[in-house]
């Protein structure tokens, strides 16, 4: 019964090959099922032309967006906690970028082409200059915007209502302005302190965000090691250089075969 059934199972795979090339990119196992849809189903595109004759390499989405996946870690002293790198056993990385201090025009159609969503951490001084041009990014594009202060102060060892100020203020600013109350906060420079801390629960925030690893002049930077590990939360900023920073991410990915996803949907503060 078994040698039957495996002559079948070779025939019917000659047949198929015979009728319907296999799709590029396709699984080859697959073929004997998927014969009757394989003519009219596309293979997503891996790469689409992108500005001034790049490539932008394409992610699809491992699940469905805007899920909660996993829950942001609790404070170890009731304050929000400081979140590093993501714990997870998906091969995912999270890419954020921040300021807001140069709007280049290519931002949106890169993060819609690549199917990635990166968290946008903003400081009120860059997005008064253009708030359409943040929202736009926003409602296009999919994408969060968080706290980054409103003025990029060096926040250590500044009074409780110095930072309180720079930091809720900063969160009333975004939210009157993008419709939707930030959850996460990232210190310009990546300095803070107790008060910080104390100031930004104070605020509201779920997280503090660190990063792990770094985007500039077009190359990505590691703090340790020669490549993206899962988890990594990633850092680039809105320069000049945004094209070549964003590919070079996108391509670090591929290369290490990590898939960006939103930051939000594994600190549980996606918003509907
Ligand atoms: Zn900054």
């Given at each position: 019964?078994?040698?039957?059934g495996?002559?079948?199972?070779?025939?019917l795979?000659?047949?198929?090959?015979?009728?319907a090339?296999?799709?590029?990119?396709?699984?080859?196992?697959?073929t004997?099922?998927?014969t009757t849809?394989?003519?009219?189903?596309?293979?997503?595109?891996?790469?689409?032309?992108?500005p001034?004759?790049?490539t932008?390499?394409?992610?699809?989405?491992?699940?469905?967006?805007?899920?909660?996946?996993?829950?942001?870690?609790?404070?170890?002293?009731g304050?929000?906690?400081?979140?590093?790198?993501?714990?997870?056993?998906?091969?995912?990385?999270?890419?954020?970028?921040?300021?807001?201090?140069?709007r280049?025009?290519?931002?949106?159609?890169?993060?819609?082409?690549?199917?990635?969503?990166?968290s946008l951490?903003?400081?009120?001084?860059?997005v008064q200059?253009?708030?359409?041009?943040f929202?736009?990014?926003?409602?296009?594009?999919?994408v969060?915007?968080?706290?980054h202060?409103?003025?990029h102060?060096?926040?250590?060892?500044k009074?409780?209502d110095?930072?309180?100020?720079?930091?809720?203020?900063?969160?009333?600013?975004?939210?009157?302005?993008?419709?939707a109350?930030?959850?996460?906060?990232r210190?310009p420079?990546?300095?803070?302190?107790?008060?910080?801390?104390?100031?930004?629960?104070?605020?509201?925030?779920?997280a503090?965000?660190m990063?792990?690893?770094?985007?500039?002049?077009?190359?990505?930077?590691?703090?340790a090691?020669?490549k993206?590990n899962?988890?990594?939360?990633?850092?680039?900023?809105?320069?000049h250089?945004?094209?070549?920073?964003?590919?070079?991410?996108?391509?670090?990915?591929?290369?290490?075969g990590?898939?960006?996803?939103?930051?939000?949907?594994?600190?549980?503060?996606t918003?509907?």
């Amino acid at each position: 019964m078994r040698r039957i059934g495996v002559a079948v199972a070779a025939a019917l795979a000659i047949v198929t090959a015979a009728c319907a090339p296999e799709p590029v990119g396709q699984p080859s196992g697959a073929t004997a099922t998927t014969t009757t849809t394989a003519v009219t189903t596309t293979t997503p595109p891996t790469a689409v032309p992108g500005p001034g004759g790049t490539t932008v390499p394409v992610f699809q989405h491992p699940y469905r967006y805007g899920t909660a996946q996993a829950k942001a870690p609790a404070g170890p002293d009731g304050l929000l906690p400081v979140v590093r790198r993501i714990e997870t056993d998906k091969p995912y990385v999270f890419i954020t970028i921040d300021d807001g201090a140069v709007r280049h025009p290519a931002a949106l159609e890169l993060m819609r082409s690549s199917n990635v969503r990166p968290s946008l951490f903003l400081n009120t001084k860059h997005v008064q200059d253009d708030p359409a041009y943040f929202k736009a990014l926003q409602d296009r594009a999919d994408v969060q915007v968080h706290a980054h202060t409103a003025n990029h102060p060096n926040l250590q060892g500044k009074s409780y209502d110095f930072q309180r100020q720079e930091i809720c203020g900063n969160a009333d600013y975004l939210e009157q302005q993008m419709g939707a109350r930030p959850k996460l906060f990232r210190p310009p420079f990546g300095n803070y302190d107790a008060t910080t801390r104390r100031a930004a629960t104070d605020c509201g925030f779920s997280a503090l965000v660190m990063w792990t690893a770094a985007v500039n002049d077009g190359v990505v930077q590691f703090q340790a090691g020669g490549k993206l590990n899962r988890g990594d939360v990633v850092l680039m900023h809105f320069r000049h250089t945004f094209v070549e920073d964003f590919l070079a991410f996108l391509e670090r990915c591929k290369q290490d075969g990590l898939t960006p996803v939103p930051l939000e949907d594994h600190l549980s503060v996606t918003q509907p």
